[in-house]
């Protein structure tokens, strides 16, 4: 994936730079609840859903950037890490997320340690490269061998295996199209050669899927389809990874595995998503995808300016190699297989005020993961879904550090939500402190669409007496809120991460934008972008959510377990 340079780094704001912890005098409640501030919010949803972040899919670069600010926040306003973390890392092996890369040196020192204590790892079972199986080698006529770089110049993809040794030959996106009357591959020798495609489609105004869809013809496994038609097919493709739109175009290249890849909501038809349906009667050679600046070497040309020009014409360019890169061969081998792959949690304690109350604890959750790119390389941004409830609990972990309450609080920001609450089930079955301690879960999860002064409220079927608790929260302070949809919504209960508290028997809340959920149309669309939620709703929703929590942390009294 791309790497965040200075320029990218601006987005991350405070996220990146971490001020000192804030000082331990309490401030007063009405206090507390003005710091929770829309331009804050508005700056944490940009970052978090910027093209850079390639949709922050659970594990992804995006992803373990996003953890590495996140844990780097929490330790700026005073959280400490779970009381069992180091046992935590030391069953997963080890050590903060993996490190950052080369050239991301423009974080402070503090940010590029990642906070290690306040990631909580968790395993997913996961298509993952095999390095050692991974391979590719220019040959130039008269020149010693030119070795490229697994995980900078080039990663496979998932389930594509094999090896190849062959001519290259450049075949642009790779696309046949009638409808848009493009096509590629014609007077291309396939057969007998590695293809090197463009991934996804030229970024035309008007053909293809212009700026508001995109073809079937840009998913990659139908590209090697197509392929696969001419004659006996390539002896192996190379997929070159084009920048996600709209992001840094000085930033380098940076290659991260695709675990999975995501699917949208609205497509016109069905996009594969994973290797393993390719039909069966499919040859599938060999498959890496490369850097933008590992296909200019592999041709002696400029394939990033080629590839904008097909962008403004919507017109099919070839490279006719010249000089020595006439006769340049290559060789490949590419390698994947399903194993364990480490993901992250993020986790931080606030320790609370009463000597008699503070062994008890008040989680409050959202998850930072989204659906990540398609196999046509559109990025899912995920603003709403969910840089919404994680910006609002960023404010909300704030709040509580300007006056801690009574009992402790612990802030999570789960991965892992959009596949199976991977994330918060490892939490909820595996908790930092003992089960009976905890007195109640919240949860933040889509709240950035529809009217600023509505908010939905799952939860209080199954925990009838939370509903005194959010009528208080309501009356506790001016939060912008005036309508509370409640009592509807319950085939949502089970879709987000407060769900995993409720299977363990804690009392949970679920906080989210409106109802039905078919009023946001663009739930799980590349269309999640910024610039369609509102900051204003976010801080609302964040202010009763924090009053909420802020009396299940104060009152005497603990709700009742569930109902169930």
Not at 165 to 188: H, M, Q
Not at 440 to 450: E, S
Not at 471 to 483: F, V
Request: charged content about 30%; proline content about 7%; overall charge negative.
């Amino acid at each position: 994936m791309l790497r965040l340079q200075l320029s990218a780094l601006a987005l991350l704001g405070t996220l990146a730079v971490v001020p000192a912890p804030r000082a331990a005098e309490a401030g007063t409640h009405a206090e507390a609840v003005a710091v929770i501030d829309d331009a804050e919010i508005e700056d944490d949803v940009s970052w978090l859903a910027a093209p850079e972040m390639e949709g922050r899919d659970a594990p992804s670069e995006g992803f373990r950037r996003a953890g590495k600010a996140l844990a780097s926040r929490l330790a700026s306003l005073g959280y400490e890490p779970a009381a069992d973390a180091e046992e935590m890392l030391r069953r997963h092996g080890g050590g903060a997320a993996p490190a950052p890369k080369d050239g991301e040196e423009g974080q402070t020192a503090v940010a590029d340690d990642g906070f290690p204590l306040f990631h909580r790892p968790y395993t997913r079972e996961l298509w993952k490269p095999v390095e050692s199986g991974c391979e590719l080698v220019l040959e130039l006529p008269g020149e010693a061998p030119r070795s490229f770089t697994f995980g900078r110049d080039f990663v496979p993809l998932l389930d594509c295996d094999g090896k190849a040794e062959a001519p290259i030959v450049f075949a642009g996106f790779g696309i046949d199209s009638d409808k848009n009357r493009y096509d590629d591959l014609r007077g291309v020798d396939v057969e007998g050669h590695i293809v090197v495609i463009l991934e996804g489609e030229p970024r035309h105004s008007r053909k293809f899927g212009g700026d508001e869809e995109f073809e079937a013809e840009s998913n990659v496994w139908d590209k090697l389809g197509t392929l696969s038609k001419h004659g006996d097919g390539p002896e192996g493709v190379l997929v070159v990874r084009r920048r996600p739109a709209g992001s840094d175009p000085k930033a380098e290249d940076e290659l991260d595995f695709r675990h999975t890849h995501a699917s949208f909501a609205g497509v016109r038809e069905p996009i594969q998503t994973d290797a393993r349906r390719a039909p069966v009667a499919q040859r599938r050679p060999p498959v890496l995808e490369i850097s933008m600046s590992c296909a200019s070497e592999l041709f002696g040309v400029d394939v990033e300016k080629l590839a904008e020009r097909v962008d403004k014409s919507a017109k099919p360019a070839k490279i006719k190699p010249d000089g020595k890169f006439a006769d340049a061969r290559v060789r490949m081998r590419s390698k994947s297989e399903l194993g364990g792959v480490r993901c992250d949690n993020v986790v931080g304690v606030l320790r609370g005020s009463d000597a008699a109350l503070k062994d008890e604890y008040v989680l409050v959750g959202a998850h930072y993961d989204h659906i990540g790119v398609n196999p046509g390389g559109i990025v899912g941004a995920g603003a709403d879904d969910n840089a919404s409830g994680v910006s609002a609990l960023l404010q909300v972990a704030e709040a509580f550090s300007v006056t801690p309450p009574r009992r402790s609080v612990i802030v999570c920001f789960f991965g892992s939500e959009e596949d199976g609450l991977h994330g918060s089930k490892a939490v909820a079955q595996n908790l930092p402190v003992p089960k009976e301690a905890v007195v109640a879960m919240v949860n933040l999860d889509m709240i950035g669409r529809g009217d600023a002064k509505e908010v939905a409220v799952l939860g209080l079927r199954q925990n009838p007496k939370l509903e005194d608790v959010l009528d208080r929260a309501k009356r506790l302070s001016k939060t912008g809120i005036t309508k509370l949809v409640t009592g509807q919504g319950e085939e949502l209960f089970a879709r987000s991460d407060q769900y995993s508290f409720h299977e363990v028997g804690l009392p949970v809340l679920f906080f989210f934008e409106g109802l039905p959920i078919s009023r946001n149309e663009d739930y799980h669309t590349w269309r999640d972008v910024p610039e369609l939620v509102d900051a204003k709703k976010i801080r609302n929703t964040a202010r009763l959510a924090y009053n909420t929590a802020w009396l299940l942390a104060n009152d005497d009294d603990r709700p009742p377990p569930p109902a169930r």
